[in-house]
C-alpha cells in the first residue's frame, strides 16, 4: 500500500505545482488585459473568476501541462499598451498581435523560449526596444510590417541567428541597412519595403545563402544600383527591388539565381542595355524592368524563358524588333512593351500558345500585319495596339475571340472591313478603331449584337452604307462615335433605343432625311453631334424631353424651320451650334439661349433676333418662324439704351481704376490685413519662411509652418504678388475674398495676411494632422479607422453645404480633393485652398470659364467639356472623395489605361454588395458593412455623369448623417438559437462587421 500512497501523494503534490503555475499566468494576462483597451469586448471572456480556466480564453493556448504556449490576438481591434508582464510567459512559443490598433512601442519583452513574433499592421512608434532584442535568442519569425516604426533599423537583429522571417516594411525607419543583418545565415525572408530607406544596399546581403524572399523596394530612394553579390542568393525565388531609386545597369550576376521565378525591378532609373544573361533564368515567370531609362534590343535570349508568363518592358527606351522566339514562349500570358522605339512586326506565332490574355504594343514604330493567331485559344482578353504603323485588314478570327473584353487599335493604316461578329462577342466591352483606313459597313442588317458593348469609337475611317436598324440592340452602348465617315441614309429610328447613351457623334457623314424623333428617347444624352451631314426637315421640338442635354451641334446641315422656343427651358442646355442651316425665325432668347453668341447661329439668313440682325417681320408663335408685316422700334430702342449705358460703364471703370492706380504708388512695404485679433506682425511671418519650415507645395505656392509668441502654431501660403500689368493673381483675390467673409467649424480659419507688391502671404490656423490625401494615400492609410473616415465624410459635407446654401452669393470651391481637406489635432475636417473658388449670383445659374481649373481625376465630365460650373461640380468632386475613403486609392493613375477611380469602380460594382466589398480598401479592420453600402450610394449618386441627376450639399449632408438602420426580419422564424442570435446581432446594433 505504500507505493500506492506515496503516488497519490506525489499526483497531489504536481496538481498543486499545476494550479499554482496557472493561476500565475493566467493573473499576468489579466494584468496584459488592463493595459488594453477593448473597445468590441473581445477580450471579454478574461475574468478574474474564472482565472484557472485560462486556457480556455480567447486567443489562448496550452500544451499538455497547462502552459501558455500560444497568444494569438490577431484582428481584435485592440490598442494601448503590451505591458512588459508578458516576460512572465516563458514558455510562449507563438506571439501574435497582428491587425490591431496598439499606439505604444513594444515593450522590452525577455522571452528566451519564444520562436514568432508577429507584431504586424499596428499604430506602434518609436523603434523596437534593444534589449528585447539581444534577449529574444530563439526568435525564428520577427515580422513588423506596417507600423510607425522610426529611427534606423535595429541593428541588434543581427544577433538573432536563428531567425528565418524578418519583416520590418511598411513603417518609417531611415538609414541605411545595417550590413550586419548578412550574418542572419539562417534567414529565409527579408522584408524591408516601405520605409524611407536611403544610402547603398549592402553587398553583405550576398551572403545570405538561405535566402528565398527579399523585398527592398516601395518608398524607399538607395544610392546606387543593384549590388552583384545578390548573385549569390542561389535559393532566392522572389526579388522585389521596385520603385527604389536604383540606378546603374543590371548586373550579370543576377543570371546566376536559378531558383528565381520573379524579378521586379520597375519603376527605377535603371540604364543602358538589357544583360542578355538574364537568359539563363529558366525558372523565372515574372519580370518587370518596366518604367526605367533601358536601351537596346530585347535580348535574343528570352527565349530560353520557357516558364514566363509575364514580360513587362513599357516606358523605357528600347528599340529594335520583338524577337520572333517571343511569340513560341509556351507559358507567355501577358507582353507589354508599350511606349519604346520598337520597330518590326509582331513574331507571327505569338498567340499560338494559347495562353496569352494580354497583350500592349501601343505608342511603339511597329508595322506589318496583325497575326491571326492572337486568341488562339480564346483567352486574350486585351488587345491594345494604338499609335502604330500596322496595316492590311483586321484578322477575322478575332471576330470570334469570346473572351476579348478591350480592343484599342486606332491610329494606325488598318484597311478592310470590320470582322463579322466583332459586335456580337459576349465580353467585349470597348471598341476603338478610329483613325485608320477601314472600309464596307458597320454590320449586317441581321447579325445579333451583344448587350455588353459600351463604347463603340470608328471616328475617322471610310465605313460607308446605311446606319443598320439593329443598331437599337446594341442596349448597353454608352459612347457611339462614328464621325468621319461616309455613311449614308437616314438615321434610323431605333437609335431611340439606347437607353443607356450618353454621347453620341455622327458628325462628318452624308446622313439624309429628318432626325428621328425618337432620338429623344435616350433620355441620358448629353453630347449630341450631328453637324456636317446631309440632314433636312426641322429641329424635333422632342429635344425638350431631354433633361440633361448639355452639347448639341446641328451645324452645316439643311435643316428647315424655326428653332422651337421650348428649347430655351432646358436648363441643362450649356452649348449650342445651328449654324448654316436654313432655319428662320426668332432665335430664342430666354433661358440657357441668352448665353449663346451669334456663332451658334449664323450662316441661316432668314434668323433674326439677339447677336443677329433685328427681326423685321412678325413671328408666328406656334412654330417660332416669320411671318410678313413689320416690327416695333422697341428692339432698336432697346439696343440704343444698352450702347449708352456700356459706354457709362467702361467710362466709371476707366476713372475708378486710375484712381485706384493713383492710390497704390510703387511700394514695397509690408502691410498686414488681419481678420482677427492677431498676435505677431508681418516681420514674425517673415521669419517662417525657411526651407526647413516648408510643409507643402502645391501648383499655387508653398506652404510654411509657422508660430505666434503665445506659442499658437499657423501656416503660411506664399503667392506671387499680383505687381504692376500683371493679369494672374495666383489665386490670391479669390482666397481672401472666399476666406476672409467665412465663419464656419467647417471651413479653414484665415487669420490675416500679409502684402506687397512682389509677395502675398496668406496666414491661416495650423492643421497637424496634414491633408486627407496624404493620411489616405500615404504609407499609413490602413491606420485611418472607418469611424474616422465617415466622420471626416460628414464633416468635409457640412463645410462644402455651407458654401453651397449658406453663403452670399454661394460659392462653388472648384477643387474639391481630398488634399484640400484639412485635419486638425482631432481629425475634424477642414476645407482649405479657394485659390480656384468663384462666387455664383443666383442659385441654380452656372458660370462659363475661360479655362479648365481643378485637379485630373475630379472634374466633373460637363465642366470639362462646356467650362460651365456650377455647385454640381463640386458635388462630383466630392463624390470622388467619398470613394478614395472607400477604396483608400487615388482618383487617377491606379487603373492602368486611362481609367479613373469613377470608371473602376462602375465596373468592378455591377453586384452592389458583393462589389462594394470587392472594391473596399484592404487595410481597414472591420468596418460596419450597412454603413460602407450607404456611403458608396451616396458617392455614386454624386458622380452620376449628369448634373441634374446629382443631389445639393444639403442633401448630401442630410444623407451622410442620416444613415439607414439595419433591418430585422421580423416574421422569419430562427432555424436554431444560433442563427437567432445571428439575426438579433445584425437588427438593431451595428454588428454587421465586414472583416477585410
Not at 504594343?361 to 486568341?375: E, M, N, Q, R, V
Not at 408666328?620 to 457709362?648: F, Q, R, Y
Not at 452620376?944 to 446629382?950: A, F, L
Request: with cysteine; charged share 20%; glycine share 10%.
Amino acid at each position: 500500500m505504500k507505493p500506492v500512497m506515496m503516488l497519490m501523494l506525489l499526483f497531489l503534490v504536481m496538481a498543486a505545482v499545476i494550479s499554482c503555475a496557472g493561476s500565475n499566468e493566467g493573473e499576468v494576462l489579466l494584468v496584459l488585459k488592463a493595459a488594453m483597451e477593448d473597445p468590441e469586448g473581445a477580450l471579454d471572456g478574461w475574468n478574474e473568476s474564472d482565472v484557472n480556466n485560462y486556457c480556455s480564453w480567447n486567443g489562448v493556448g496550452c500544451d499538455g501541462s497547462y502552459t501558455i504556449v500560444s497568444l494569438d490576438l490577431t484582428n481584435m481591434n485592440l490598442s494601448g499598451e503590451i505591458s512588459p508582464d508578458i516576460s512572465h510567459l516563458q514558455s510562449l512559443v507563438n506571439l501574435s498581435l497582428a491587425v490591431n490598433r496598439f499606439n505604444v512601442a513594444f515593450p522590452g519583452v525577455k522571452v528566451a523560449a519564444l520562436r514568432m513574433l508577429n507584431i504586424s499592421n499596428n499604430n506602434f512608434t518609436g523603434t523596437v526596444a534593444a534589449d528585447a532584442l539581444r534577449e529574444l535568442s530563439r526568435l525564428e519569425v520577427l515580422d513588423a510590417y506596417n507600423n510607425n516604426f522610426s529611427g534606423p533599423l535595429p541593428v541588434e537583429v543581427a544577433a538573432l541567428r536563428k531567425l528565418r522571417h524578418l519583416h520590418l516594411g511598411g513603417s518609417y525607419f531611415t538609414g541605411s541597412i545595417p550590413a550586419a543583418y548578412g550574418n542572419l545565415s539562417s534567414l529565409e525572408y527579408l522584408g524591408l519595403n516601405g520605409n524611407a530607406l536611403s544610402g547603398a544596399i549592402p553587398a553583405e546581403l550576398g551572403r545570405l545563402g538561405n535566402l528565398r524572399h527579399l523585398y527592398l523596394g516601395h518608398f524607399n530612394v538607395y544610392d546606387g544600383g543593384v549590388p552583384a553579390e545578390l548573385g549569390n542568393l542561389s535559393n532566392l525565388v522572389r526579388l522585389d527591388m521596385s520603385d527604389c531609386g536604383l540606378t546603374g545597369r543590371i548586373p550579370a550576376e543576377l543570371s546566376n539565381l536559378r531558383s528565381l521565378d520573379s524579378l521586379f525591378l520597375h519603376v527605377n532609373s535603371l540604364e543602358g542595355p538589357i544583360t542578355p544573361a538574364l537568359g539563363r533564368l529558366v525558372a523565372l515567370k515574372s519580370l518587370d524592368l518596366s518604367f526605367n531609362q533601358l536601351t537596346g534590343e530585347i535580348p535574343q535570349s528570352f527565349s530560353n524563358l520557357t516558364s514566363l508568363t509575364l514580360l513587362n518592358l513599357f516606358r523605357n527606351r528600347l528599340h529594335g524588333s520583338i524577337p520572333e522566339a517571343i511569340g513560341d514562349l509556351p507559358s507567355l500570358e501577358v507582353l507589354n512593351l508599350w511606349e519604346n522605339n520598337i520597330t518590326g512586326s509582331i513574331p507571327e506565332r505569338l498567340g499560338r500558345n494559347g495562353k496569352l490574355k494580354v497583350l500592349d504594343l501601343s505608342s511603339d514604330k511597329l508595322t506589318g500585319l496583325i497575326p491571326p493567331y492572337l486568341c488562339a485559344g480564346n483567352n486574350l482578353e486585351s488587345l491594345i495596339l494604338l499609335d502604330n504603323f500596322f496595316f492590311g485588314p483586321i484578322p477575322q478570327t478575332l471576330g470570334a475571340c469570346k473572351s476579348l473584353t478591350r480592343l484599342r487599335m486606332g491610329q494606325n493604316y488598318l484597311n478592310g472591313s470590320i470582322p463579322t461578329g466583332l459586335l456580337n462577342l459576349p465580353k467585349l466591352d470597348l471598341i476603338e478603331l478610329q483613325n485608320n483606313y477601314l472600309t464596307g459597313n458597320l454590320m449586317p442588317d441581321d447579325i445579333k449584337v451583344s448587350a455588353k458593348l459600351s463604347q463603340l469609337i470608328l471616328s475617322n475611317n471610310m465605313l460607308s452604307g446605311a446606319l443598320p436598324r439593329n443598331i437599337g440592340d446594341l442596349s448597353g452602348l454608352q459612347v457611339l462615335f462614328l464621325d468621319g465617315n461616309e455613311f449614308s441614309g437616314s438615321i434610323p429610328p431605333e437609335i431611340g433605343n439606347l437607353k443607356h447613351l450618353g454621347k453620341m457623334d455622327l458628325s462628318n457623314n452624308k446622313f439624309s432625311g429628318q432626325i428621328p424623333e425618337e432620338i429623344s428617347r435616350c433620355k441620358i444624352l448629353s453630347i449630341v453631334d450631328l453637324s456636317s451631314n446631309e440632314l433636312t426637315g426641322s429641329i424635333p421640338s422632342t429635344l425638350i424631353q431631354m433633361h440633361i442635354l448639355n452639347y448639341l451641334n446641328m451645324s452645316r446641315n439643311h435643316l428647315t424651320g424655326g428653332i422651337p422656343k421650348d428649347l430655351e427651358q432646358m436648363q441643362s442646355l450649356t452649348a449650342v451650334d445651328l449654324s448654316y442651316n436654313n432655319l428662320s425665325g426668332v432665335v430664342p432668347s430666354g433661358g440657357q439661349f441668352s448665353l449663346f453668341n451669334a456663332s451658334s447661329f449664323t450662316g441661316n439668313p432668314d434668323l433674326c433676333g439677339p447677336y443677329l440682325r433685328p427681326c423685321t417681320f412678325q413671328v408666328d408663335s406656334a412654330t417660332n418662324s416669320h411671318a410678313k408685316g413689320s416690327i416695333s422700334c422697341t428692339v432698336k430702342l432697346v439696343l440704343v439704351i444698352g450702347l449708352l449705358l456700356c459706354s457709362l460703364v467702361f467710362a466709371s471703370a476707366a476713372i475708378i481704376k486710375a484712381r485706384a492706380l493713383k492710390r497704390n504708388s510703387p511700394s514695397r512695404s509690408w502691410k498686414l490685413t488681419a481678420f482677427q485679433r492677431l498676435d505677431f506682425t508681418c516681420e514674425n511671418v517673415l521669419e517662417c519662411l525657411k526651407e526647413e519650415n516648408i510643409i507643402g507645395k502645391g501648383g499655387a505656392g508653398i506652404v510654411y509652418k509657422g508660430s505666434m509668441h503665445s506659442g499658437e502654431e499657423f501656416a503660411v501660403k506664399r503667392l506671387p504678388g499680383i505687381g504692376r500689368g500683371s493679369s494672374n493673381d495666383h489665386g490670391f483675390a479669390a482666397e481672401i475674398q472666399t476666406l476672409g467673409r467665412i465663419r464656419h467649424r467647417h471651413i479653414v480659419r484665415l487669420l490675416g495676411f500679409c502684402s506687397n507688391q512682389e509677395i502675398n502671404l496668406l496666414v491661416y490656423e495650423y492643421m497637424p494632422n496634414g491633408s486627407l490625401g496624404e493620411l489616405l494615400h500615404g504609407k499609413k492609410g490602413g491606420h485611418l479607422e472607418w469611424a474616422t473616415r465617415y466622420k471626416i465624410a460628414i464633416e468635409a459635407a457640412k463645410g462644402l453645404c455651407y458654401l453651397h446654401h449658406d453663403c452670399c452669393p454661394l460659392i462653388v470651391h472648384r477643387d474639391v480633393k481630398s488634399n484640400n481637406i484639412l485635419l486638425d489635432s482631432d481629425f475634424e475636417a477642414h476645407v482649405a485652398d479657394f485659390g480656384l473658388a468663384k462666387f455664383l449670383q443666383d442659385s441654380g445659374t452656372s458660370e462659363c470659364m475661360s479655362s479648365i481649373a481643378g485637379s485630373y481625376g475630379y472634374i466633373a465630365p460637363e465642366y470639362a467639356y462646356t467650362l460651365k460650373v456650377d455647385e454640381k461640380s463640386d458635388v462630383y468632386s466630392f463624390g470622388v472623395v467619398l470613394l478614395e475613403l472607400i477604396t483608400g486609392r487615388r482618383p487617377v493613375g491606379e487603373f492602368g489605361d486611362g481609367v479613373d477611380i469613377v470608371q473602376w469602380v462602375n465596373k468592378m460594382t455591377e453586384s452592389r454588395k458583393e462589389g462594394v466589398v470587392n472594391i473596399l480598401d484592404q487595410r481597414l479592420s472591420t468596418v460596419p458593412l450597412h454603413e460602407v453600402m450607404h456611403v458608396f450610394s451616396v458617392a455614386m449618386v454624386c458622380v452620376e455623369e449628369q448634373s441634374v441627376e446629382r443631389p445639393t450639399m444639403r442633401e448630401v449632408v442630410q444623407m451622410l448623417t442620416d444613415p439607414p438602420k439595419v433591418k430585422t426580419c421580423e416574421n422569419s422564424v430562427p432555424a436554431s438559437e444560433e442563427e437567432e442570435a445571428k439575426e438579433s446581432d445584425g437588427a438593431g446594433n451595428p454588428r454587421d462587421l465586414l472583416s477585410t
